[in-house]
């Protein structure tokens, strides 16, 4: 099994409880792979679940009311920036995976643009080893190209070895067609994803926001929607003639949308995320300045907004997952145009979605757990979590009724720079239960 043999200390206001024997009493069961939705007890032994149903007689181990609340198969965020090696004063993979736990993530998958990139199986070990002793899963993404320089391909066997599944040179898109061809060739000799941030820079460049009414009203250099389109449809195009899989990160626009729908219906391995921000932000919002705003792709139009939200209903998106970018906060707070690229999101997503996109009826409950948990491990080739008697323990618990109030300066993560502070938001985690470790918050 998967467990440690040893706990870090939770985060303040957080209780720490072993596995061996722990129930959770009364709780809302959901696990949509198993048509499950029920409420019950959950017991546990020895980090596997051992019944779903009444705790037993003389029960001796921990028990936790769970009335109200709902656990659900671990969620996991497949595009993540832990920033660890390199860049520590904007995030560590210790505080960036104890913010994941906060924000109810059972597992991530950290992206290489760090300093050196995580381009070799020694770095691959050093993240992996970092993690320990933390309930949550830490599966990198390795890069494709050595240096994530876009010349020359990392060495595939050695890193697929170390257990690396998806590669992606994030940040910096392969502008050789050759060497795209050639990483997705690779990739489906081992049987591997490469993820690609879609981006013609030729187009983008100087860009801070998106091109439109908007960036001529605010006098803002713009990044335009065929920046991105075009590259999803020259990877598409690669995808098909290789026969390989790739996986869009952070599509954002509705033409991107229709290119991937349409990828999709002609037999191509090709899957997609989307990221909350994208889900529930627009360009407008940019009036105001806020470099909490600038994200690399931009905020879209309202109408890419709700295209995209029709996507995840309909099965063309396949995962949300944050993006979760940090940076120190005198990194931020400067002029616009010389802020950098990036929001954090790990410990908002849930709130977000339960709130602007499952209460008014936008997506299912069920539709939700699927696209933040089971398909990204699907997707990154990571084993499924299942509420079910004798699986092992990777589970979120959330409560949906709870209601509060975004305030970025009590996160876990180092850095600050969320694009939801002050939202009022319904259904917050209040526990992970992963790798031999139950953290539970306020019980």
């Known amino acids: 099994?998967?467990?440690?043999?040893?706990?870090?200390?939770?985060?303040?206001?957080?209780?720490?409880?072993?596995?061996?024997?722990?129930?959770?009493?009364?709780?809302?069961?959901?696990?949509?792979?198993?048509?499950?939705?029920?409420?019950?007890?959950?017991?546990?032994?020895?980090?596997?679940?051992?019944?779903?149903?009444?705790?037993?007689?003389?029960?001796?181990?921990?028990?936790?009311?769970?009335?109200?609340l709902i656990v659900c198969p671990?969620?996991?965020?497949?595009?993540?920036?832990?920033r660890e090696p390199g860049f520590e004063h904007k995030e560590t993979i210790e505080s960036g995976c104890t913010a994941a736990a906060a924000g109810g993530f059972t597992g991530v998958a950290p992206m290489p643009n760090t300093n050196p990139a995580i381009d070799n199986a020694g770095l691959v070990r050093f993240v992996r080893d970092k993690a320990y002793g933390l309930p949550v899963?830490?599966?990198?993404?390795?890069?494709?190209?050595?240096?994530?320089?876009?010349?020359?391909?990392?060495?595939?066997?050695?890193?697929?070895?170390?257990?690396?599944?998806?590669?992606?040179?994030?940040?910096?898109?392969?502008?050789s067609a050759a060497l795209m061809r050639h990483a997705l060739e690779y990739a489906r000799m081992y049987g591997a994803v490469i993820c690609e941030?879609?981006?013609?820079?030729?187009?983008?460049?100087?860009?801070?926001?998106?091109?439109?009414?908007?960036?001529?009203?605010?006098?803002?250099p713009g990044w335009p929607s065929i920046g991105e389109e075009i590259a999803v449809e020259r990877n598409?195009?690669?995808?098909?003639?290789?026969?390989?899989?790739?996986?869009?990160?952070?599509?954002?626009?509705?033409?991107?949308l229709e290119l991937i729908r349409a990828a999709k219906d002609r037999g191509i391995q090709v899957t997609a995320e989307v990221t909350p921000h994208h889900l529930t932000?627009?360009?407008?919002?940019?009036?105001?300045?806020?470099?909490?705003?600038?994200?690399?792709?931009?905020?879209?139009?309202?109408?890419?907004?709700?295209?995209?939200?029709?996507?995840?209903?309909?099965?063309?998106?396949?995962?949300?997952?944050?993006d979760h970018a940090?940076?120190?906060?005198d990194e931020k707070e400067v002029e616009f145009i010389s802020a950098p690229f990036g929001m954090i999101g790990l410990e908002t997503a849930l709130g977000v979605i339960y709130t602007r996109l499952v209460l008014p009826g936008k997506i299912s409950l069920n539709r939700m757990i699927e696209l933040m948990s089971s398909a990204p491990r699907r997707i990154i080739g990571q084993p499924e979590a299942a509420v079910r008697k004798g699986a092992e323990v990777n589970l979120t618990v959330f409560n949906p009724d709870e209601e509060w109030t975004v305030d970025g300066e009590h996160?876990?993560?180092?850095?600050?720079?969320?694009?939801?502070?002050?939202?009022?938001?319904?259904?917050?985690?209040?526990?992970v239960i992963n790798r031999g470790i139950a953290w539970m918050r306020g019980v």
């Open 1 to 68: 099994m998967n467990r440690t043999t040893s706990m870090m200390d939770p985060p303040a206001g957080w209780k720490a409880y072993s596995t061996d024997k722990l129930a959770l009493g009364g709780v809302r069961v959901v696990d949509p792979s198993l048509k499950l939705d029920q409420r019950t007890d959950l017991v546990i032994r020895d980090g596997i679940i051992t019944r779903l149903g009444s705790i037993p007689d003389r029960w001796t181990g921990a028990v936790i009311d769970g009335s109200g």
């Open 74 to 82: 671990g969620l996991f965020d497949m595009h993540v920036h832990l």
């Open 137 to 175: 899963d830490v599966h990198p993404v390795a890069a494709i190209s050595l240096g994530r320089r876009g010349a020359t391909l990392t060495e595939f066997s050695e890193l697929i070895e170390a257990g690396v599944t998806m590669f992606s040179d994030d940040g910096s898109p392969l502008a």
């Open 197 to 220: 941030h879609c981006e013609e820079q030729s187009l983008t460049a100087g860009g801070v926001m998106h091109e439109g009414a908007v960036s001529t009203r605010l006098g803002l």
């Open 236 to 256: 598409i195009a690669l995808a098909e003639f290789t026969r390989a899989r790739l996986h869009i990160a952070h599509a954002s626009t509705a033409r991107s």
């Open 281 to 322: 932000l627009d360009c407008t919002i940019l009036s105001g300045f806020d470099s909490n705003y600038k994200v690399n792709p931009p905020l879209r139009t309202r109408r890419d907004v709700e295209l995209l939200i029709e996507g995840l209903a309909d099965g063309t998106i396949d995962a949300i997952a944050t």
């Open 326 to 329: 940090p940076h120190a906060p």
């Open 411 to 431: 996160f876990h993560s180092k850095a600050k720079n969320t694009p939801f502070q002050g939202w009022k938001l319904k259904g917050r985690a209040v526990g």
